[in-house]
């Protein structure tokens, strides 16, 4: 009695609309999206299933994908896969630093040996003997900086060389951080041989 006359008119277009979208579909009609692959739909199916429930889960989810990359990362810095690399030794930049660190011999890398050596003569209670030793640690340390210097210097012209026009900042301190370690030690795992031109 108080309804309007603009609702009375719109409820039976609504009806016949909600009719005819309960009426079963002609197998025949096309149905206005294309049929999803079988692989598309079983890896929606799998997505779907495999989302976490509850905030507990997706916790437990997280760490463990987290332990799969770590283990990965483990894997390549052992093997040299690029694909897993920390972002730190990626790129063909930091692989030609790190071959080129590789293939040669670096004062700097028996440094720890020379410094267990040096560190038990000075130990000895005889004056002489500690100032060889003191002597010894002034010599280490002026080879050291003098090669790193010298390979610095080496490294930044073959890098010029080797990849004109790219980004090679940070290569030479890699480089030379890297040549501090001892050989076996060293990570990413040395690819080439000493003498082997990278």
């Known amino acids: 009695m108080f309804r309007s006359r603009a609702k009375d008119e719109k409820a039976p277009a609504d009806k016949t609309r909600v009719a005819l979208s309960k009426q079963p579909r002609d197998p025949q009609a ?5 049929t999803p692959k079988r692989s598309e739909a079983q890896t929606q199916r799998r997505s779907v299933a495999n989302t976490p429930t509850n905030r507990k889960e997706a916790a437990k989810r997280q760490r463990e994908e987290r332990r799969q990359a770590l283990d990965r990362q483990r894997q390549a810095l052992a093997t040299g896969d690029e694909r897993y690399l920390p972002a730190r030794d990626k790129g063909p930049v930091r692989k030609f630093a790190r071959d080129w660190v590789d293939s040669r011999f670096n004062v700097a890398e028996f440094f720890l040996p020379l410094a267990v050596v040096i560190l038990v003569l000075s130990v000895v209670r005889v004056p002489a ?65 000493r003498g082997e031109r990278p």
């Open 30 to 34: 096309p149905k206005g999206r294309p």
């Open 129 to 193: 003997i500690q100032s060889i030793a003191l002597l010894l640690w002034l010599v280490v340390i002026v080879l050291i900086v003098a090669d790193a210097a010298f390979s610095g210097f080496r490294l930044k012209k073959r890098l010029k060389e080797k990849f004109p026009g790219q980004n090679t900042r940070g290569a030479v301190p890699y480089a030379l951080m890297r040549s501090l370690q001892m050989r076996r030690l060293r990570l990413p795992k040395p690819q080439v041989k």
